[in-house]
């Protein structure tokens, strides 16, 4: 999303990598739609529900278990030098959910649908998933310092998840460590399109989740 309010980018100062670059011009207008959508363009103000916030969670729990299932599937089975295991962000969703007393595997909190998502068949599309869920998590240090001004959430209760790698300096770090990586297909033309389009479904995907847990939620 957007730098100002949500979860796609963050107030942190940083550099991005060529290859982050390009997909931050490429994303843009999925930046700014996810920025507008009702159930996150509130997120950052005063008087936002906590029931919405809880379906947003939900929402994203179903979300990252099919892209993260994906990751690990990936790299288990390849040599490329990049570690998720610190990385792995259901758990941090499962801990907010708890925290509100929500098993997201009842049928009222799941998806209409099951999400599905391949096993990424390249580095390429590797790449442009972690790119979307990276930079989600930068953006969650901006979410994670209003939560714990308005609602008194912290990491410890009910925003494991947006408090993320928890300060500036190592959520940067991260960051800096995930270009360094994305690098490896800068001049791999093929590699970079497989990247624009897997981080563009992962936009298309969190969008359309949302817009269906809205309906829900509205009706």
Same mark, same amino acid.
């Given at each position: ?10 107030? +942190? ?10 997909l931050r011009q490429v994303t843009h207008l999925a930046h700014v739609r996810l920025n507008q959508h009702p ?17 947003? &969670? ?10 993260? #299932? ?16 610190? $990385? ?30 391949? +096993? ?9 998933? &972690? ?26 209760s009910g925003a494991r998840f947006f408090n993320g790698y928890g300060d500036a300096s190592e959520t940067q $770090?991260? #960051? ?20 624009? +389009? ?22």
């Amino acid at each position: 999303m957007h730098q100002k309010l949500d979860s796609h980018h963050s107030s +942190v100062k940083i550099r991005d990598s060529s290859v982050c670059s390009h997909l931050r011009q490429v994303t843009h207008l999925a930046h700014v739609r996810l920025n507008q959508h009702p159930m996150l363009s509130g997120l950052t103000k005063q008087g936002y529900s906590m029931d919405k916030y809880t379906v947003v &969670l939900a929402a994203y729990y179903h979300i990252y278990a099919a892209i993260e #299932w994906g990751i690990g599937e990936f790299l288990q089975n390849s040599s490329f030098p990049f570690d998720y295991g610190e $990385r792995v962000k259901l758990p941090w969703l499962m801990a907010d959910l708890d925290h509100f007393g929500i098993d997201p595997n009842m049928s009222t909190w799941q998806p209409l649908a099951p999400i599905e998502l391949a +096993v990424p068949a390249c580095v390429g599309t590797l790449i442009g998933r &972690l790119y979307a869920i990276e930079g989600a998590t930068l953006g969650g240090q901006v979410v994670s310092s209003h939560l714990a001004q308005t609602h008194s959430l912290t990491a410890g209760s009910g925003a494991r998840f947006f408090n993320g790698y928890g300060d500036a300096s190592e959520t940067q $770090r991260r #960051w800096q460590e995930f270009g360094a990586f994305a690098e490896s297909v800068a001049g791999e033309p093929d590699q970079l399109q497989c990247a624009e +389009v897997a981080a563009m479904a992962i936009f298309e995907l969190i969008e359309a989740q949302l817009n269906e847990r809205h309906a829900q939620f509205e009706s």
